[in-house]
C-alpha cells in the first residue's frame, strides 16, 4: 500500500518551535519533489513549501520564509518541515503530498500521493 504519514504536529506557543515528518511506506521518495500544504478552518488549502526530489532546491510560500525550513533524507524515505518562531495564523492541518517530478512544479498541480495530515495548532 502505497501511503504517506505526516507526525509532529501538535499544540505550541506563539514563537515555539515544531518539526513535522512525513515518511512513505510502499513506495521509494527518491523520484518525487515533495510539497508540504496547509489548511485552515474555513479557509483554501494553501502551500507551504516544497523540496526537490533530490533536495537540492527548495520554495517557500512568503508567509513562512525565514521561519520554515523544509529538508529531505531519501536514505530514510521521509521528508522535514521544520517550523520556528511560530505565530497564531500558522494554525492548520498541514498534509505532506509527493509528485513525480524532479523539480517542485508549483503547488497547483495535481500532486500523486496525500497523506492525512497533522494538526499544528499556535495558542498561548
Known amino acids: 500500500q502505497l501511503q504517506l504519514v505526516e507526525s509532529g504536529g501538535g499544540l505550541v506557543q506563539p514563537g515555539g518551535s515544531l518539526r513535522l515528518s512525513c515518511a512513505a511506506s510502499?513506495?521509494?521518495?527518491?523520484?518525487?519533489?515533495i510539497g508540504w500544504f496547509r489548511q485552515a478552518p474555513g479557509k483554501e488549502r494553501e502551500g507551504v513549501s516544497c523540496?526537490?526530489?533530490?533536495?537540492?532546491?527548495?520554495n517557500y510560500a512568503d508567509s513562512v520564509k525565514g521561519r520554515f525550513t523544509i529538508s529531505r533524507d531519501n536514505a530514510k524515505n521521509t521528508v522535514y518541515l521544520q517550523m520556528n518562531s511560530l505565530k497564531p495564523e500558522d494554525t492548520a492541518v498541514y498534509y505532506c503530498a509527493a509528485i513525480r517530478y524532479y523539480n517542485c512544479p508549483g503547488f497547483s498541480f495535481e500532486y500523486d500521493y496525500w497523506g492525512q495530515g497533522t494538526q499544528v495548532t499556535v495558542s498561548s
Open positions: 523540496i526537490s526530489s533530490n533536495g537540492g532546491s527548495t
Open positions: 510502499g513506495f521509494t521518495l527518491v523520484r518525487y519533489a
